[in-house]
C-alpha cells in the first residue's frame, strides 16, 4: 500500500490550501483515512479523520475550518484548510486503517504546509 500526499505550499495567514492523499495497492473503499501533521520540535498530532463511509472527525484547533473528504473512485482523501494561521505551520500526513485489521496502517510521505506573511 502506497500513500502519495500532496499540495502543500506557502501561504499567508487566512489563506487556503487542499493537500491531497492518493492511495495506490488497497481497496480504497475499505479503508478509513486521516491526517496528522507535525510542527517543528513537537510530536505528531491528530489533525482530521474520515471513515470508509464518510463519517468525520476533527481535532479541536480546526474545527470550522478545515474539512476532511474523500472520493472513493480517484482513490483519494482531501484536506480542505481555510482561514489558516501561523500555528497550522507543520509538515502533513495522511494515515490509511484497514476497517477489518488495526494493524494494518500505512502513512505518506509527508507535505509542508507553511503559513507565513
Known amino acids: 500500500v502506497q500513500l502519495q500526499a500532496s499540495g502543500g505550499g506557502l501561504v499567508q495567514p487566512g489563506g487556503s490550501l487542499r493537500l491531497s492523499c492518493a492511495v495506490s495497492?488497497?481497496?480504497?473503499?475499505?479503508?478509513?483515512m486521516a491526517w496528522h501533521r507535525q510542527a517543528p520540535g513537537k510530536q505528531r498530532e491528530f489533525v482530521a479523520s474520515?471513515?470508509?463511509?464518510?463519517?468525520?472527525v476533527y481535532a479541536d484547533s480546526v474545527k470550522g475550518r478545515f474539512t476532511i473528504s474523500r472520493d472513493n473512485a480517484k482513490n483519494t482523501a482531501y484536506l480542505q484548510m481555510n482561514s489558516l494561521k501561523p500555528d497550522d505551520t507543520a509538515v502533513y500526513y495522511c494515515?490509511?486503517?484497514?476497517?477489518?485489521?488495526?494493524?494494518?496502517?500505512?502513512w505518506g510521505q509527508g507535505t509542508l504546509v507553511t503559513v507565513s506573511s
Open positions: 495497492g488497497s481497496t480504497f473503499s475499505l479503508i478509513h
Open positions: 474520515i471513515t470508509n463511509i464518510g463519517v468525520t
Open positions: 494515515r490509511s486503517l484497514n476497517i477489518y485489521n488495526g494493524d494494518e496502517v500505512y
